[in-house]
Structures are given as C-alpha cells and as structure tokens.
C-alpha cells in the first residue's frame, strides 16, 4: 500500500513537473489548434448553411462538427485529420466537452418558461405532447429489435437497445424550435405556442425517461439495483426543488445588488453547486448531464438570474463548448461505416420510424383536437425536430455500449435530416403568417411570444 502510494506521488509530482515544459507545452499547443479549428470551420459552416441553406446557427454548427469528424475531414483529408486529433489530447478533448455538456445542460434547464409556454390551451398542449412521446416511443420499440437483427459483430443487450431506441425516437428539441419562430416572425402564432407548450412538457418528460431508462441499463437489469438508482434520483430531485431551490434563490438575491447585478462570488459558488449535483447523479447512475439539467430547471423561475447568467456565462458557453459538443459528436460519427446499400437502407428506415412517430403522433393528436390540416402538419414537424437534444442522448447511449457506432451514425444523421428539413417546411407552412415585427401587448393569450435558448 505505501509503494503504491509512493508511485502515485512520484506520478503526480511528474505530472506537476511537466505542467510548465516541454511535453505539456507541446500538448497545449496541440489542443489549441484543435480549438482553432473548430471554432474557425464553426463559424464558416454556420454562415454558409444560414446564407445558401436559409437554416439557424446551430443547425450549421452540428453541421461543422460532421464536417471535422472522419465522415469528411477523415475521409478527405486522413493525414491533416489524423495530425489535428491525436490521440494524446483525446482524453482533455473528452474532459471538455462533459464538462461544457454540463453547463449546456444546465442552460437548456433555465430556458423553460412553463408559466407562460403553458399559459393557453393546456389541453391541446398536453394532449399532443402525450402523443408527441407515446407514439414514436411504442414504434421505436417495436421496430428496435428488426434493427438489432440486422447489426453485425457484437449486439448489445436486446431490452437495453429496445428502450433506448424507443427514447431516442421521441426527443424533441425545444431550444432550436424557439429560435426558428423568431427568425421566422412566427413566435407569435398560435401553432408557435402550442408547439413550445407541448414540446416544453416533451423535453422534461423525455429527460426523465432517459434518466429511467440510464438507470435501468446500468442496474444491469437488477430490480434491486435499479430501485436503488431511481429511488436515489427522485429522492435527490426532491431535495433540489423542496430544500435546495429556496436556499438557493435566498443565497443569489443576497449576491445581487440593486441593479440586479450578480457580486464576483456568486457564480463561482453556483459552479460549485452545479458540479457537485452533477457529480451526485453521475453516482447515481444517471450520468452527470442530469445533475445539470436538474439545477437549471429548478432555477428556471428566477428570470433575473437567468439574464445575469446569459449577460455573464451564456456566450462563453454557446461560442466554446457548443461547437466543442458538435465536433465531439462529429468524432464519433462515420458514414464512411454505412459503406453499403443495406447500411443505407437501414438508416432510411431509421429516419422513417423516427419521422412516422413524431409527426404522426403530433399530427394525430392536433387534428383530434380541432386544429387545421395545415396548422397540424406545421405543429407535427416542428415536434419532429431534434437538433442539440437528439445529439446529447445519442452520446449517452454510446457512452453506455447501448448503441454500436453504425446505429449511433445512423441516428445522428436522423437528428441533422430532422433538423435541417425543419426550417423550409416550417417556413412553407406557416408563410401567410409570418410578421418579423413583435407581436403587441393586446396580443396576449395564445400569442404569447416563446424564448428562444440563447444560441443553443
């Protein structure tokens, strides 16, 4: 044991040594490099999708880090791919974009706006986000185990993929949807807020179906193990919104000064706070995402703060670690791998179940509700919109061995197919109500306008 210890030091002291020479210099400089680019190829890839694609930002920039991955960097260029990632900066490359996928998690949290998403028309609003996740999630798990058939080496557990198929099949992406309506001059329709409403209830409810069935992988399907990990996770959500969430919100007015303006203590110690839920729910088995999701939601009322935390922390976050994300997805994604025609049959199916369920399921539901032909299939494909959210859960599922990387490519392309069709159609739909000017106070109701996430 004090050999051991003695090694351990001896590693840390070299480490410490290194921290200011060569080696780490050469390290650094590696990664800077890794970070130029993809912030450069970012912004062009954006501005280019947004110029000749008429697309939002984040629609180009999960195009960019397909781009920078081995589905086109790699394939193209294979030497300057291989001298931009090495594999020494592999693990930091990996560090920050968990770490950044927590403060985006934590962002995405703070965006709801449940009290005036869901301020009009509740039952519409929760009737078709019911079948916005119950239709696509039946369809994805009774199509799953056709597709596990079709995989070849090593399968993953049945059950496990059956339930994160299903789950991967009903995200939807609010974030992306708010900024649509307000490039668009839609935010102020009646399928706009119906949209945000249902989509709203789909995100939370597709989180904590994601955080179920996390835990239920990783019980290894052990009804002790698993009680315990969700029982552990509803205890400590419990203990966030019911004795936490007041403390929290007192600690934060003590750190805001008349003008609103948050003191310089009071984000580090938010950090803290927000590492260590992350920390908490990693333990639980549930990955460390929640945590942050978990904290931003419980946050999400206090709009004061959530400015502060946009003016402060918000570009930092959506100009760094947004586009680190894409490009960490991008990394993991081959479509070089679908290299045959039954591989790309397959993912054609993939993105048909994915679409049928959602836009079905939303589309179904709207028109049993009253709505119009066309204000349903508007409604039905901004529900089947994916983008950011997709993205992270796809991760999670190969992080966890859940998804082998053939299906994990063919569902990422699902998620960009979902994402870029969404402007045009949205676009074509609702045309005749478009207005790129605010809608009026007198306007309240139905046409509340949504907030859209700050450049997620």
């Excluded at 039946?138 to 056709?146: E, K, N, Q, R, S």
């Excluded at 070849?152 to 992406?173: E, H, K, N, V, Y």
């Excluded at 708010?178 to 949209?195: D, K, N, P, Q, V």
């Excluded at 069709?421 to 046409?447: V, Y």
């Amino acid at each position: 044991m004090l050999e051991s210890a003695k090694q351990v030091g001896t590693a840390a002291a070299g480490a410490a040594q290194s921290a200011v020479g060569s080696q780490a210099e050469h390290l650094v400089l590696q990664l800077l490099y890794q970070l130029i680019v993809i912030l450069v190829l970012t912004r062009v890839v954006s501005w280019a999708s947004k110029r000749y694609l008429g697309q939002t930002d984040v629609a180009g920039e999960i195009l960019a880090g397909l781009v920078l991955g081995p589905s086109l960097l790699g394939a193209l260029f294979p030497n300057v791919f291989a001298a931009l990632f090495v594999p020494q900066t592999s693990t930091i490359f990996v560090g920050l974009a968990q770490t950044g996928l927590i403060l985006l998690m934590f962002q995405i949290g703070l965006e709801f706006e449940f009290k005036s998403n869901l301020s009009a028309a509740r039952h519409t609003v929760v009737v078709i986000s019911i079948a916005g996740i119950v239709c696509p999630f039946l369809l994805g798990y009774l199509t799953a185990p056709w597709f596990w058939e079709q995989m070849s080496g090593q399968r993953p557990d049945l059950l496990a993929f059956r339930l994160f198929f299903a789950t991967a099949m009903s995200i939807t992406a609010i974030p992306i949807l708010g900024r649509i309506f307000m490039e668009l001059g839609l935010s102020h329709t009646r399928t706009a807020a119906l949209t945000i409403g249902s989509a709203a209830i789909d995100d939370i409810l597709g989180w904590l179906l994601l955080g179920v069935v996390s835990a239920i992988v990783t019980s290894s399907f052990q009804p002790g193990n698993f009680a315990w990990r969700l029982g552990g996770l509803a205890a400590y959500i419990a203990l966030v919104f019911l004795v936490l969430r007041p403390l929290i919100h007192k600690s934060l007015n003590r750190h805001t000064d008349k003008n609103g303006v948050l003191n310089p203590v009071a984000l580090p110690l938010l950090l803290v706070l927000l590492f260590v839920s992350a920390a908490v729910t990693s333990n639980l088995g549930v990955f460390a995402i929640i945590g942050g999701f978990v904290i931003g939601v419980a946050l999400h009322d206090n709009r004061q703060f959530v400015q502060q935390w946009k003016d402060k922390m918000g570009g930092l976050v959506n100009a760094l670690f947004l586009p680190i994300f894409f490009a960490y997805t991008g990394l993991r994604t081959d479509v070089g791998s679908l290299g045959d025609s039954n591989a790309w049959l397959q993912c054609l199916l993939v993105c048909a179940v994915a679409f049928a369920g959602k836009f079905g399921g939303a589309y179904l539901a709207a028109r049993a509700l009253g709505e119009s032909h066309r204000s349903s299939m508007a409604i039905g494909v901004c529900m089947n919109t994916r983008a950011l959210m997709e993205l992270i859960a796809l991760n999670i599922g190969y992080d966890m061995g859940v998804l082998p990387r053939q299906m994990f490519t063919m569902l990422v392309i699902m998620a960009i197919v979902s994402t870029f069709i969404a402007t045009p159609l949205i676009r074509w739909l609702m045309r005749s109500e478009s207005r790129l000017t605010a809608p009026q106070p007198a306007e309240a109701g139905l046409a509340e306008r949504p907030q859209p996430a700050a450049g997620v």
